[in-house]
């Protein structure tokens, strides 16, 4: 009851638009400095400059840079899992689930690559057991379990999960040079080889 904005007094009402504003700016400003220098080079102390706040009001929302980026993926998680779940319950094959939210989870990292690497330095969790991503793992057992793995599956899963890893996309992609194209191949081979 006492959240309720229609019984705080106009000074805290004002002071919550406040803080929620310099919220979403501070997101975007860091949105559009990461974009535009890379998110290494770009540090507390200059999101705030930018912003024109006080490092104090972006401390306040954000303890490091691995949180900043944490809520610039919000959003496209989000999207991700709506298209997840319109597509699982449109795809009546498992094995073709898989394929397609391996090759969703694989675009995702792809694309925030520089925001999950990040976080898995600055954040206090890694990617792997973050809240926001364990989901997929859940969703891989979930797929692998429809297809009679049985036991073994949620070390299965595990296996698939690990492989979606930024860091080890990364290391694929930058020492081994591996494409996309043979990383999605090689994911979708395993799946197959774990649950045939």
């Not at 949180?67 to 298209?83: G, I, N, P, S, Y």
């Not at 995702?108 to 690497?117: E, I, M, S």
């Not at 859940?138 to 698939?160: C, E, N, P, R, W």
Request: glycine content about 6%; aromatic content about 8%; proline content about 3%.
């Amino acid at each position: 009851m006492l959240d309720d904005p229609l019984l705080l007094p106009h000074s805290e009402c004002s002071s919550r638009a406040d803080a929620r504003r310099n919220r979403e700016l501070l997101i975007q400003v860091a949105e559009t400095l990461f974009h535009k220098r890379g998110v290494d080079a770009v540090s507390m102390s200059e999101i705030a400059e930018t912003a024109q706040v006080g490092k104090g009001t972006l401390y306040r929302h954000f303890k490091n840079k691995g949180e900043v980026c944490d809520a610039l993926l919000d959003h496209d998680m989000r999207q991700l899992q709506m298209r997840v779940l319109t597509h699982l319950q449109e795809e009546p094959q498992p094995r073709l689930a898989l394929y397609w939210f391996v090759e969703q989870v694989l675009d995702f990292v792809l694309r925030n690559a520089p925001l999950l690497r990040v976080q898995t330095v600055e954040g206090s969790m890694t990617m792997l057991n973050h809240s926001a991503h364990l989901w997929w793992r859940q969703t891989i057992l979930g797929l692998m379990g429809k297809l009679g793995t049985h036991a073994q599956s949620s070390y299965f899963a595990d296996a698939v999960y690990i492989l979606l890893d930024v860091r080890t996309l990364q290391f694929q992609m930058n020492v081994l040079g591996y494409s996309r194209q043979q990383i999605l191949e090689g994911l979708i081979a395993t799946s197959d080889r774990l649950v045939d």
